[in-house]
Nanobody
Framework: QVQLVESGGGLVQPGGSLRLSCAASGFTFSSSAMTWVRQAPGKQRELVATITTGGSTNYADSVKGRFTISRDNAKNTVYLQMNTLKPEDTAVYYC?????????WGQGTQVTVSS
């Protein structure tokens, strides 16, 4: 059974930082690209960052230079380090795994950037 469990969200002031984690189980993590996606209220889901099995990364233009995606295959965990946060980064952040057997999502973790 595939499970993705996000953690690390919360309330932070503009300019602050947060580190999100996504613990994966039920599939071969090291063989899977992983993605962070976010959804702000009233908006469509937006791809934030992707990391391949080889460690190559890709980012949305809106987060380039501020966010860093990484993975620890020994811990079956993918991370999203978010720096210099802005109010427009407020959203629910989801971890995503696109596997042969289907696409899987975590439950999401809320990130609120506000003073």
């Amino acid at each position: 059974q595939v499970q993705l469990v996000e953690s690390g969200g919360g309330l932070v002031q503009p300019g602050g930082s947060l580190r999100l984690s996504c613990a994966a189980s039920g599939f071969t993590f090291s063989s899977s690209a992983m993605t962070w996606v976010r959804q702000a209220p009233g908006k469509q889901r937006e791809l934030v960052a992707t990391i391949t099995t080889g460690g190559s990364t890709n980012y949305a233009d809106s987060v380039k230079g501020r966010f860093t995606i990484s993975r620890d295959n020994a811990k079956n965990t993918v991370y999203l380090q978010m720096n210099t946060l802005k109010p427009e980064d407020t959203a629910v952040y989801y971890c995503n795994a696109n596997l042969r057997r289907g696409t899987y999502w975590g439950q999401g973790t809320q990130v609120t950037v506000s003073s």
